[in-house]
């Protein structure tokens, strides 16, 4: 064969050796990024607990048969945090939204916009002004309660984006409403609304709504019992965020700049005091008791205790139940079992 045939069939051969090494290259390269891809996918749909907040520990709330607290006691680690609610009263969750996450009902878990935004203030102040987290990324910072790095915010970021496939953005509002700090050893909304106002959170006011959704921004270096400025400055501009977003009117916005901010934490309803002494720890009880019954029966044994005082006798109790069901309606274990002026 001439030699310039044998030099043809040797370029061929390693044209087509070439190809191969090629295409056996890229096939390669391919399912090593189909294989990262994967575990990468794998990663994230795991990332995630079952239990975000396992190992919480709650207060101990006992309910009327209405729904109407009858009374609570701290948990076990000094903590006001009542159960977690289903839900969040509107006004709260659209004055939260509003101050905190205005983008919230349609981002993913992760707002960009808002992180470079963030990462531009911080860098023009030198130090962190702005943190750039969404309300879901905040659930799972205060559900690791890890220090607040860059690396955590990242895993932050990535495990909010998990955490908005897994619930609605309505059961996010709620875990964070449930779990956020609102200064001092208050922790939650409900237990917020009736440490501040004495009343429960679906009842609060233009005014204490939005003074509890800026609350959780600081709530180690304001809270009502001081900074009061601070706090009625933040408070004064999220109503007029409020009202040029069309969520409030003029009346109510007016209404609610006169309202004056609390004092000092409040005592807890304590009807009924001996019975929630008897309820499960850390969990929330509907009980059969009728409030104004609960009330009334209260007053009638203390009024009767005092002209039985006068003869000797120390104590009354007393005990009402529906004939027909069984149910324990009123109990009052002592005549001066009501109140609990001292709760801390």
Not at 110 to 116: D, F, G, Q, S
Not at 156 to 164: K, M, Y
């Amino acid at each position: 064969m001439p030699p310039e045939h044998q030099k043809g069939r040797f370029r061929a051969r390693e044209a087509d050796l070439s190809a191969l090494v090629h295409q056996k290259w890229h096939f390669g390269a391919r399912e090593v990024l189909l294989g990262l891809a994967g575990a990468l996918l794998l990663g994230w749909l795991f990332c995630l607990p079952r239990q975000l907040f396992k190992g919480t520990v709650y207060s101990t709330v006992v309910e009327s048969a209405e729904g109407e607290l009858l009374g609570a006691r701290i948990a076990d680690d000094g903590q006001w945090r009542f159960p977690p609610a289903d839900t969040v009263p509107s006004r709260f969750a659209t004055a939260l939204v509003q101050f905190e996450d205005r983008q919230f009902w349609w981002h993913p878990g992760v707002n960009p916009v808002a992180l470079v935004r963030a990462a531009v203030d911080n860098a023009k102040a030198g130090h962190v002004v702005s943190g750039g987290s969404t309300l879901t990324m905040q659930v799972i910072r205060l559900s690791r309660g890890k220090e607040r790095t860059l690396w955590q915010k990242i895993i932050e970021a990535v495990q909010a984006t998990r955490l908005e496939l897994r619930y609605s953005k309505r059961h996010i509002l709620a875990l964070y409403a449930a779990h956020a700090p609102f200064g001092g050893n208050v922790v939650g909304l409900e237990a917020a609304a009736w440490r501040y106002f004495g009343r429960p959170a679906s009842e609060l006011s233009w005014g204490e709504a939005a003074t509890l959704a800026v609350l959780p921004n600081a709530p180690a270096s304001m809270h009502p019992g001081r900074n009061r400025e601070q706090l009625l400055e933040k408070r004064n501009r999220l109503l007029e965020r409020l009202l040029k977003h069309g969520d409030i009117d003029a009346d109510t916005y007016e209404a609610a700049l006169a309202e004056e901010l609390p004092e000092a934490p409040l005592p807890l309803p304590a009807w009924a005091s001996h019975y929630v002494e008897h309820c499960p720890r850390g969990e929330r009880t509907r009980t059969d008791i009728r409030l104004p019954l609960q009330k009334a029966v209260e007053a009638a044994v203390d009024l009767r205790s005092d002209d039985l005082s006068r003869e000797g006798v120390a104590d009354m109790a007393a005990l009402v139940i529906d004939n027909r069901s069984g149910a324990i309606v009123a109990y009052v274990g002592n005549a001066s079992g009501r109140c609990c002026p001292t709760c801390p």
